[in-house]
């Protein structure tokens, strides 16, 4: 559930509709699904089973199992990823606050889609009002991480993914009752294979990346704390189960209910603060849909900033050879969190800025030097390969996985990497 968590987010309810609406709705969906099957998968497994065999977060993981430094960069680089994303994910956590907030309060009653647009711009641009609400989660996550993993992360995610889960069924039976729905499922689950093109492939593959938090090295502190017996591989297949429904389940939510009331399924990033609120007018239990909507949309942003915070504390408490206990560290870290979170909200090219070159530079190479160190410099090097952590993977199996990561799984990221700096 604590991993499930950590990749179940905004990536799934506040980006996965909008980035498939934009890109044809169904075509989207088949490749996305692909991605996920071929590419996250093996990475997803790569990272539990990096921090398992190692016994250590991201800051130790490298150089336990390489035996020396040459991989270290790897620590650094998910270290800061991990942090420079917190940046602007708790301004965009702040938003999903405010909102809960505001739906709380009927703000959104009698407005239009316009008036929406415009509270929207406002509240995004009052500056004090989005650092207090960015704060708010840092205060949260803080506090969950201050505790050790049972006590904090665990036991918050036994409790926020199914009721996250619950939330989402409940919605999504809602609005499938709403006419004219069926247009919206049509347009989610229509699998018209003209629409596939290089651009809705190259948006997948980095829809899969970022949704299963695949290169920050969250996955592989989370894989140092799972105990001798647990299964790696079905650990991965839930947590791509649960992440997979809690995208599909946010786009019949979404869809049905954008079809069904006229509005544009590639509205943007502005899906869900936006339209969703004037859909939640016309539909009955209008407070409670908002104020239910809103809410597992924090409870997804919060599950996802506890691993994301966690890989920075985990890093310091490693780096600080147990000079700084866990609760020094998550002080630390979230005092500088804080500042991070303030910057992005005073200069908005920040949070652009960060957004872009995690996503499209630092997640794409973190994750191609993991695939490389796994199926390459291990296997080469007469060092134990991570596989021996996991007693359930068959030996066909085996042989299939390191394949797919020496060949298949670094040409993609090559790809991506490529893609996003415009050269391909």
């Not at 950590?6 to 699904?33: D, H, M, Q, R, T």
């Not at 938090?213 to 839930?238: D, F």
């Not at 500088?336 to 908005?348: A, K, M, Q, S």
């Amino acid at each position: 559930m604590a991993a499930a968590g950590s990749a179940v987010g905004l990536g799934n309810i506040w980006k996965f509709p909008y980035i498939a609406g934009e890109n044809g709705g169904g075509a989207f969906l088949i490749v996305y699904l692909l991605c996920v099957l071929l590419f996250g998968m093996p990475l997803l497994m790569t990272e539990f089973l990096i921090g398992k065999k190692s016994g250590r977060s991201a800051y130790g993981a490298f150089r336990e199992l390489g035996g020396d430094n040459r991989w270290q960069w790897l620590s650094w680089l998910s270290m800061l990823t991990a942090f420079l994303i917190m940046g602007f994910y708790f301004v965009v956590t702040g938003w999903c606050f405010n909102y809960l907030y505001e739906a709380l309060l009927n703000t959104f009653h009698g407005m239009s889609v316009a008036d929406l647009t415009a509270h929207f711009k406002q509240i995004s641009a009052n500056k004090p009002r989005m650092i207090a609400f960015g704060i708010l989660p840092i205060i949260l996550t803080a506090s969950v991480l201050i505790f050790d993993v049972n006590k904090g992360i665990e036991r918050l995610s036994k409790i926020l993914m199914p009721l996250l889960l619950i939330m989402m069924f409940l919605m999504a039976g809602r609005v499938l009752m709403l006419d004219g729905s069926n247009v919206g499922m049509q347009f989610f689950f229509e699998m018209d294979f003209s629409k596939i093109t290089p651009s809705v492939i190259m948006e997948a593959m980095g829809q899969c990346f970022f949704s299963l938090s695949i290169g920050m090295g969250a996955l592989i502190t989370y894989g140092a704390y799972m105990p001798n017996g647990q299964n790696v591989t079905a650990t991965s297949i839930q947590v791509i189960v649960l992440d997979t429904l809690v995208a599909i389940l946010a786009g019949i939510i979404i869809f049905p209910a954008v079809f069904a009331f006229g509005f544009d399924p590639a509205e943007g990033p502005e899906l869900v603060f936006v339209v969703l609120p004037a859909i939640f007018e016309k539909m009955s239990f209008t407070w409670l849909s908002a104020v239910l909507f809103f809410g597992l949309l924090c409870i997804a942003a919060i599950t996802s900033t506890i691993s994301l915070m966690e890989v920075a504390v985990a890093f310091v408490c490693e780096a600080s050879h147990g000079k700084l206990d866990r609760k020094r560290s998550v002080l630390i870290v979230a005092s500088l969190t804080v500042i991070l979170t303030i910057g992005c909200v005073f200069v908005p090219p920040m949070f652009d800025f960060n957004d872009n070159l995690t996503s499209c530079i630092m997640m794409p190479l973190g994750a191609l030097g993991m695939a490389l160190f796994v199926g390459w410099y291990l296997p080469r090097n007469g060092k134990e390969g991570v596989l021996s952590a996991d007693k359930g993977i068959k030996h066909w199996a085996k042989k299939a996985y390191i394949q797919v990561l020496r060949w298949l799984v670094p040409a993609a990221i090559l790809i991506i990497f490529l893609n996003s700096l415009g050269i391909i």
